[in-house]
């Protein structure tokens, strides 16, 4: 699992999308695969890593 960090995009929020949990393989997953995007108004990176856990 990959996290992507983006520090005040848009203005003053942090934003993290993942990379991983698209390859994985689920029956309802016929006309595409999700990935997580969360932008929270912290500095903080741990939400970061919060989106990485959940998908993991």
């Given amino acids: 699992m990959t996290e992507i960090v983006y520090e005040d995009l848009p203005d003053g929020l942090l934003t993290a999308l993942t990379y991983g949990l ?14 997580l995007c969360l932008s ?17």
């Fill in 22 to 35: 698209s390859l994985a393989e689920h029956p309802d997953w016929q006309h595409g695969s999700p990935e």
């Fill in 40 to 56: 929270v108004n912290s500095t903080n990176v741990i939400w970061a890593h919060a989106v990485g856990f959940l998908a993991e």
